[in-house]
T-cell receptor, first 114, second 115 residues
């Protein structure tokens, strides 16, 4: 398993601003993902964070809105840009090691946009 | 493409009663299946997983699930509910693309345990 730390754990932001969420893992991991969990909803995959290259985004998510960096095998950031109240969600970083798809999750970053 | 359907967004059981949370999947290839639990204000924790081999899988906290290919189901059970089991439970299916594994989650089932 992995210990995954996310910062901030929660934040309240103003409309139109941007927020960067950090994800730090205590070991090198092959795969890192960013998920969104809107209030009362399930998890939706935003993108796969690729080390050394551009992230791979899922349908409905674009780089201009959710830029992602992954400079090494233990760290990634997700930025939520030009926020609106609809971006109020929990953003979760997750990591995987192999081909079975088992993922480990951080505790999430709870974002409220006013 | 793969998908997961969880029947029942809310399930309420009495303490000590059987817990049954339903999950059906759709997958074009043999699936890897998971159950995760999310306690209030926390991230997701893996309860159990099915990859290959024995179809009855035991997980943490007394939970188990049985993979039934003929029924495309992976229902989660626990013989006796405890108050601490109250949480949101997510079924998920994995698709390995060759470069990464992606999890597709069901909509979740909120388990309430009453006295």
């Amino acid at each position: 398993s992995a210990v995954i730390s996310q910062k901030p754990s929660r934040d309240i932001c103003q409309r139109g601003t941007s927020l960067t969420i950090q994800c730090q893992v205590d070991s090198q991991v092959t795969m890192m993902f960013w998920y969104r969990q809107q209030p009362g909803q399930s998890l939706t995959l935003i993108a796969t964070a690729n080390q050394g290259s551009e992230a791979t985004y899922e349908s409905g998510f674009v780089i201009d809105k959710f830029p992602i960096s992954r400079p090494n095998l233990t760290f990634s950031t997700l930025t939520v840009s030009n926020m609106s109240p609809e971006d109020s969600s929990i953003y979760l970083c997750s990591v995987g090691y192999g081909g079975t798809g088992e993922l480990f999750f951080g505790e999430g970053s709870r974002l409220t946009v006013l | 493409a793969q998908s997961v359907t969880q029947l029942g967004s809310h399930v309420s059981v009495s303490e000590g009663a059987l817990v049954l949370l339903r999950c059906n999947y759709s997958s074009s290839v043999p699936p890897y299946l998971f159950w995760y639990v999310q306690y209030p204000n926390q991230g997701l924790q893996l309860l159990l997983k099915y990859t290959t081999g024995a179809t009855l899988v035991k997980g943490i906290n007394g939970f188990e699930a049985e993979f039934k290919k003929s029924e495309t189901s992976f229902h989660l059970t626990k013989p006796s509910a405890h108050m601490s089991d109250a949480a949101e439970y997510f079924c998920a299916v994995s698709l390995f693309t060759g470069t990464a594994s992606k999890l597709t989650f069901g909509t979740g089932t909120r388990l309430q345990v009453t006295l």
